[in-house]
């Protein structure tokens, strides 16, 4: 899933202090599972947002409210008939429920309450680690599922590379060389021999090197 | 043991501070208290496993944001306590009034009083 991080409070406050009327608009989707934009964050920050400008005896009102998904025009809609009555909205949806709300209510002020990291995996409550970037060619099938263009810091095809020692990278000794595990993967699946077959270059154009990607599943559409 | 602590404390029983969410204890700030105090159990000994650990955790963040939204954090503070130390109670009961007092009282009751306080009052 998407994972992203609460911003500081303070810039947040800093983004509406000339306001009088905001709406804090959560996300149930993966902003909820990293817990940095779900029905409780959402609470949390309209909460400190209303201490802030209530002890500075500044007029503001925070109201705030939690849609299932900031990313489906569906969701969104439901902001509709109140959205107008608030002079900004903060999003804690990812980068892109924020834009899409934008879409949605072109004339409103929008301003994102997280920052969006990667797409990872949850390691533990509170740690989570890049698993994809979402290039648009998948190569898991090659690599013992294993991913080279998300774990390994040069994104090498075929690796790996001098810098890897003892199974780390020499990026930063506590990130495992990708590598190194598709190495081991392999070794333990029995297929070592995929090393004697480098990998062709790969097409970028599928990954941002295409600019702004778009799907259209023609078998989706009515 | 008719021990005496400040009679200016509520107390909200709950079945374990694990129960406490940051949420409340804003809330609790929200609604004009001066300060609060989350007692849970004696760290170790907590029934759910890891309840007052939780607690503390909470309690820390909302210290945090207190000190960024201008109340203090010194307004909020968790201590570990069994049962039987009820002695305890009333000296942490006192301590921390006595911190709340020198504090003063919350600027959110002051904002809320003056603003609900009418312009002109007309004489009938």
């Known amino acids: ?88 909205v903060v999003s804690l949806a990812c980068g892109c429920g924020v834009q899409y709300l934008v879409e949605r209510y072109p004339d409103k002020v929008v301003y994102p309450g997280v920052d969006t990291c990667f797409m990872g995996v949850d390691l533990e409550r509170g740690v989570y680690a890049e698993r994809c970037q979402a290039c648009g060619k998948c190569i ?36 495992d060389c990708g590598w190194h595990l598709i190495y081991e993967r392999l070794k333990t699946l029995g297929q070592l021999d995929r090393f004697e077959h480098p990998v062709a270059p790969k097409d970028w154009a599928t990954s941002r090197d295409g600019g702004p990607r778009k799907i259209v599943r023609e078998d989706l559409r009515i | 043991m008719r021990l005496q602590y400040p009679s200016n404390i509520e107390i909200i029983k709950i079945p374990c501070s694990g129960k406490v969410d940051i949420l409340h204890l804003l809330t609790a700030f929200e609604q004009g208290a001066d300060g609060v105090i989350v007692a849970g159990c004696m760290e170790g000994d907590c029934h759910y496993q890891v309840g007052n650990l939780r607690a503390r955790q909470r309690v820390q963040r909302v210290k945090e944001i207190l000190d960024k939204v201008g109340l203090n954090g010194g307004r909020v503070e968790m201590f570990n306590l069994s049962a039987g130390m009820g002695t305890r109670f009333a000296e942490i009961s006192r301590e921390i009034s006595a911190r709340i007092l020198e504090l003063g009282p919350s600027p959110i009751k002051t904002a809320r009083e003056k603003a609900d306080r009418p312009i002109m009052e007309v004489a009938e």
Request: some cysteine.
């Open chain 1, 1 to 88: 899933m998407i994972k992203a991080v609460p911003k500081p409070l303070e810039e947040i406050i800093e983004l509406i202090k000339d306001l009088h009327k905001v709406l804090v608009v959560g996300c149930d989707g993966c902003v909820t599972v990293c817990e940095a934009g779900g029905l409780k964050e959402v609470g949390v920050l309209s909460s400190s947002l209303r201490l802030n400008f209530t002890q500075a005896n500044q007029r503001m009102e925070i109201d705030d409210t939690t849609l299932t998904r900031q990313c489906d025009k569906e969701y969104l809609d439901q902001l509709k008939d109140r959205i107008d009555a608030y002079d900004a």
């Open chain 1, 140 to 175: 898991l099938a090659d690599t013992g599922g294993i991913c080279p263009i998300a774990r390994c810091s040069k994104r090498m095809l075929n690796g790996p590379c001098g810098g890897s020692e003892k199974g780390k990278c020499e990026v930063n000794s506590e990130i």
